[in-house]
Structures are given as C-alpha cells and as structure tokens.
C-alpha cells in the first residue's frame, strides 16, 4: 500500500470540496437544522445532555452523506479524468480510500461546531464527558459507514443523481433496519438487527465501546470501499 | 525495442475493436496510429497505457508487461487521452503539482519539472489560472506538460491537435517532433496532413487490424503504381475538352482522362495511369505535335490520403 498516493488524493478532494460550494453548504445546512432542534428542546426538557445532536446527526447524514460524496467518483466518470487517474501508477483502492477519507475529513469539520454545544452545556450544567466522547466517537463511526457505501453509490455511476438515490436507498435501508424487527420472526430478527446500523450505535451513544461495535463498522466500511475497488476494478475487461 | 505488441486482442461483448494485432515501436519513433472513427486506435492506446486489459496477446513497454508490471509502465509512459480530460477547478500549477505527485516524480524535484513543464509549454502566463478559465489551445497544452511532467520514456498522445487553430497545431506539432528525438511517441490522429508532418512511420488500422505499416514514402510506394498528372492546355477554342481527351488517351497506359474544367481555350484535364511509367514526356511531344500551349504539367505522388482511402474502404466492399 503506497500511503503517499492516498495522501496526494486525500488532499486534492479535501481541497476540492473547499474550493467548491459543497463544504459550506453541508456544513451551514447541518448546523442550521441541528442548532433548532437543540436549542429548542435544551431549556424546555432542562437536562444537560446532548442526546439531541446524537440522535438527530444520524438522521440527518442520512442526506447529507450521499450529498457530500455523490460527485466524488461519478464526475470523474462524467469528465474523464478517471482515465487520467487509472494510468498513473495509482491503485484503485488507493483512489477510493484518498476519497473515502476526504469525504470523512469534511464530516470531522461539519460536526467540530457542534463542540460550541458542549462547552454551552457544560457552562451551565454538569455534563458525562464520557458519554459526550462516546457519543462523538459514534457518530464518526456511524459517518464512516455512510461515507463509505456512498463512495460505493458514485463508483457505481457516472450521474450524480443516480448516485445520490443509490445511495440514500441503501443508507436508508440498513438505517430502518432495527425499526422494522417488531415485524419478523426472531431468527431472522437477530441477524437484521446486528446488521442495522442504529443498534450499534445506540451502544457507542451510551458511553459503551464494545469490540463487536467496532467490528461492525470497520467491516461494513471495509465492504463497502472493497466494492467500490471492485467496480472500478471491472472497467479494465469491460 | 521500446514497445512490443503481439497477437493483441480486445473485444468489447462480440464486437472486436482490436484483433490480433502485432507491431513494435523502437525508441526515438514517432509513430502515426492512422485509422477511422472506431477503427480501434484508442482500444490500443488504452491496453498500452494500462487502462484496458487484453483479452489476449503480450503488451511490453520498455520490456516491461502491462499485466504484471502494470504500475512500472505506468511510470514510462506519459499520457495524454482523447479529449483531454482535467480538473477544471484547479489551477494550472495545482494541477501539475498533483501530476507529478502520483506519477511518483521525487519530491524535490517536483518544482524544477513543473518550472521546465511550464516553459518547454508555454503556460507562463497562465500557469495561476483556473484550467476551467482556458481557452482549448491552453488546455491542450496544460494536457501535454502533465503527460510530459515526469519525464516519461514513452508518451502516448491521443488525438494531440483536436481542436486547436492552425498556429497551434503548427506549435505543437514541433513541440511533438522536438520530444521524438529522445523519446518514443505515438500519437493517433485522423488529420493525414499532421501524420506527414510529424511522424517518420505510419501505422493505418482498420476495424481492428493493421492494414498498413511503414515509413510513409514506402507506403506510397508500394502503393499500386498508378501515377496521377495534372495537365492544362490552351488550344483553339473550336477544339472541344472532349476532343483533346481523346486525343491525349492516344498516349498508351493512360487509364482514365477526366477533364477538371474547361473555360474558353484554357482546358484542364486529370490524368491517370496504370503503371509508373512517366508519360510526361510523351504529354509534352503531343502538346508540341498538336499545337497547343502547354500552361501546367505536374505529377502528384500518391498522397497518404489516397493510401488512407484506398485501405480502409476496400476491406468495407
């Protein structure tokens, strides 16, 4: 693995996003919309907490995810300069995991403002810090998962919209999962629900970091990147 | 030897786009790849640059595969595709920074080629703005320095003047022969003037095969020796187009005679023949023997265009 390859296309992406309407659109967006769920609830339920932003984050990355990455590999495909990428002495999952972690970069800078949270919280009430990490580190796992099969989403097209929709349909589905267990038999329940991406990060939410969370998500990200190689892969015997 | 192709075979679903093609390209060549739309110029271009791999048969860049040693050819060779794809929304400098960076040019010397890049392709003036801001011609030449960035042993340029104007061509078309001296090139094109002005071997490829290789004068050699003569004549005017024509097919191995235009006493006639002997001698004697006057008198060779036309339409009948 040449990690300078993923280093040179980690930061062109990352700069690219900055350079674009897309980090601040993302950014502005999320804060806007979690900063009205948060304040409106904060003094009316009188707890300090911020189970609002971790509830609510997952939910609305539902969107935001496969916006932020639809046009990571699909625009290549649309303008051609995949090709340019393909014959330079780069690997394919070199190039999916540069974008991956750019497209995971601009998640880190969209939740960072929601630390003024904290510090707020923290001012006027006392506040689990263990939780708050464990609730942080959730969500970047929770992202991680997100990112990586919308990465899959814009490798698998060159229509961004396409790419979008693919996306969000798979995101939304593996999100719904352990909201639909109510309805199936056990045998199966059990299975759904390790695969459903909301019961294991109500653990991490809690403060409780277990192995089998984090196993969850490295694979699902693992998969999810691995495909994308594969299709990108797949063009050499087209 | 600097690149070998041999029994190269690719096919997208049924269709082949290229079949059992072989040929080598020593180093210091400039190459013409010569072809139609869809003759399989680019399907070869992209199995060399390792875009594509082969269904069947060894592809070597400086004795390296492009199946095992997929990422050291990629380090030989220099590539320019078919549009030109790039980032338009970084600058020039940016961009042929990231170049340099993935084809694995050292760290410190990533400024020195960038600076040469720059200057051997004229983007001074430019070299800060958005490549999304350049007129075609710049972008062209943006194209070529991040082929060219690391130095490559070979490069491979698809398509290299498309749409540039006439002074661009001009420039880059030096820029190209300059580069031949050291390094091997090919380059595709269907303009068949470029291919003369620039390369000292043809390729031409037709529906997936090599119908013709060589220095272009052999090729027009070995062309079937028909020779083609110009001829303008004054006669008096009660001496119809028609009427010289046949006088003039009096001559033997003349084939075909057919008359260009014809205003008032001034005719002019095409002619051609059936073998390379030069019969405008015998033109001549007949003009003096006639009583014409003998305005234009001139012997074309047969152009790459006629080879061109004559190769890749026979195989269609």
């Known amino acids: 693995m040449n990690f300078a390859n993923i280093k040179y296309i980690f930061r062109k992406e990352l700069k690219s996003f900055f350079n674009s309407p897309v980090a601040y659109i993302v950014i502005v967006v999320y804060l806007v919309i979690l900063g009205w769920f948060f304040t409106s609830n904060l003094f009316l339920n009188n707890m300090s907490t911020l189970r609002t932003v971790f509830e609510m984050t997952p939910f609305l990355l539902l969107f935001f995810g496969p916006a932020m990455t639809m046009r990571l590999i699909s625009e290549e495909k649309k303008t051609g300069t995949l090709e340019l990428l393909f014959t330079k002495p780069v690997k394919e999952y070199e190039i ?33 810090t263990g939780a708050v990490i464990g609730g942080y580190l959730g969500l970047m796992l929770v992202g991680a998962v997100f990112l990586a099969i919308s990465v899959f989403g814009s490798s698998i097209t060159e229509n961004q919209i396409v790419a979008f929709i693919v996306s969000l349909f798979i995101v939304f589905a593996l999100f719904m999962l352990d909201k639909v267990l109510f309805y199936l038999p056990s045998s199966l329940g059990n299975i759904l629900e390790y695969i459903s991406i909301d019961y294991h990060f109500s653990n991490i939410a809690r403060g409780v970091i277990d192995s089998r969370d984090i196993i969850y998500y490295a694979s699902a990200v693992g998969f999810s990147l691995f495909m994308a190689t594969v299709v990108l892969q797949k063009r050499r015997w087209a | 030897m600097s690149i070998l192709v041999r029994n190269l075979t690719k096919s997208y679903g049924y269709a082949k786009a290229v079949d059992d093609i072989s040929f080598e390209v020593h180093s210091g060549e400039i190459l013409g790849f010569l072809g139609p739309n869809g003759a399989g110029k680019t399907t070869t271009m992209r199995i060399i640059t ?70 051997v392709c004229g983007l001074a003036e430019m070299k800060h703005k958005d490549i999304g801001q350049l007129s075609k011609g710049y972008r062209q030449r943006v194209g070529l320095a991040a082929a060219m960035i690391h130095d490559p042993k070979v490069l491979i340029l698809d398509e290299p003047t498309s749409g540039l104007d006439p002074n661009q061509i001009v420039e880059i078309r030096s820029l190209i022969q300059n580069l031949g001296k050291q390094k091997t090139v090919i380059l595709s094109t269907h303009i068949l003037p470029e291919v003369q002005a620039t390369c000292n071997r043809v390729i031409i490829i037709n529906r997936g095969k090599i119908v013709a290789d060589g220095p272009i004068q052999e090729l027009q050699r070995s062309m079937h020796g028909g020779m083609k003569i ?43 023949t059936s073998n390379a002997a030069d019969i405008r001698k015998d033109l001549f004697q007949l003009c003096v023997q006639k009583g014409w006057n003998l305005l234009e008198l001139h012997m074309e060779q047969t152009s790459l265009e006629d080879i061109f036309r004559q190769l890749t339409q026979d195989v269609k009948k």
Not at chain 2, 237 to 242: K, M, R
Not at chain 2, 243 to 271: D, G, M, T, W, Y
């Open chain 2, 50 to 119: 390792c875009y594509l791999s082969p269904n069947r048969g060894t592809v070597q860049v400086e004795g390296r595969d492009v199946h095992t040693e997929s990422l050291e050819v990629r380090k030989l060779v220099g590539y320019l595709p078919e549009q030109n794809p790039l980032y338009l929304d970084m600058n020039v400098l940016e961009y042929l920074e990231y170049t340099a960076q993935l084809q694995a040019v050292a760290g410190p010397m990533i400024p020195r080629r960038m600076k040469e890049m720059v200057e």
């Open chain 1, 96 to 128: 999916i995991t540069g974008k991956f972690l750019a497209a995971w970069a601009l998640y880190f800078f969209t939740l960072l403002p929601t630390l003024c949270y904290y510090i707020t919280v923290t001012i006027i009430g006392t506040l689990d």
């Open chain 2, 230 to 272: 110009l001829l303008e004549v004054e006669t008096p005017e009660n001496q119809g187009a028609e009427l010289i024509s046949i006088q003039i097919k009096s001559i033997p191995s003349i084939e075909v005679v057919s008359v260009l235009n014809e205003r008032h006493e001034i005719k002019k006639f095409a002619i051609e």
